[in-house]
């Protein structure tokens, strides 16, 4: 029996796992994370042959001659200026690179197939706090906090307070006790995304308290305004009338003194 003999064992078990390497190699994917306007690099491992071609969604972009001096043999045109290479070729770096660098590459030599997956996201301004309402009674205050960034994106938020997180997501609902005493502390809202992270710190009774207080004003204001144009409105109105009504009076006198001597009747014949 071929079982029976220990040569034959291995050599079964070293065809199986081989085979197993090669479906991994040419399966699995390497996340990669960049900035948009920076740059991200590929790192190869145990690079075997003269050639190595480069793909990105299944079309061929780059075609390169390993050695100690690595030899671009064929570009695309969008890649031919951004892109350099080190350690003999098995290092590939993309400059500049934009959302639309994002996407699968595939690194393919005559022993070697890798694939690649390139997230790119943009570096994350500092988020925004708003208080989107708010409330108070004599035992307890109320307030609504929402953190965002512009544009929004793929982002992930939290809330902390006295540097300890204390909730996930975008929006926090703060509630305290006792009206009468200060925000001893600030709560931080951070945003984060893989290639960068931004925070914001705020005090809730303050930004509520001058978020609404602007709102307060913003519509007596706007209340005034729109007053003050009623009431232009009524004045033209009644003005427009009464010189109306004067050109009436005006025009019948006129007709009146017009009018008179057609009504004069000739004397009666003697």
């Known amino acids: 029996m071929l079982w029976g003999r220990p040569d034959t064992f291995w050599c079964l ?30 790192h190869l491992q145990n690079l075997i042959g003269e050639y190595l071609t480069w793909s990105f969604h299944g079309e061929p972009i780059l075609v390169i001659r390993l050695g100690a001096r690595p ?36 690194a393919k030599s005559d022993e070697v197939k890798v694939n690649f997956t390139l997230h790119v996201y943009r570096e994350l301004p500092e988020p925004m706090v708003i208080c989107t309402g708010w409330n108070c009674s004599a035992e307890s205050c109320r307030y609504e906090l929402q953190c965002a960034v512009d544009p929004p994106g793929d982002n992930y ?7 300890q997180p204390v909730n996930e997501g975008s929006e926090w609902v703060v509630e305290r006790q006792h009206t009468e005493d ?76 017009q009018q008179g001597p057609a009504l004069r009747c000739a004397p009666p014949p003697h």
């Open 182 to 257: 200060p925000d001893l502390l600030p709560y931080t809202c951070t945003a984060q995304n893989p290639v960068s992270k931004r925070n914001t710190t705020v005090f809730p009774s303050a930004l509520c308290a001058g978020t609404f207080s602007s709102s307060q004003n913003t519509i007596v204001v706007g209340l005034v305004i729109g007053l003050l144009l009623l009431l232009t409105v009524i004045v033209i109105t009644v003005t427009l009338k009464g010189a109306a009504a004067e050109s009436m009076t005006v025009y019948a006198e006129v007709g009146a003194n």
């Open 157 to 163: 938020f939290y809330w902390s307070y006295n540097n």
């Open 71 to 106: 030899e671009l043999v064929f570009s695309d045109k969008s890649f031919t200026s951004r892109v350099t290479f080190s350690n003999n070729g098995s290092s590939l770096t993309i400059l500049q690179l934009t959302r639309s660098d994002a996407g699968t590459y595939l």
């Open 13 to 42: 078990l070293l065809t199986s796992f081989l085979q197993q390497a090669s479906r991994v190699c040419a399966g699995d994917s390497t996340d990669v994370f960049g900035t948009e306007g920076k740059s991200a690099t590929f």
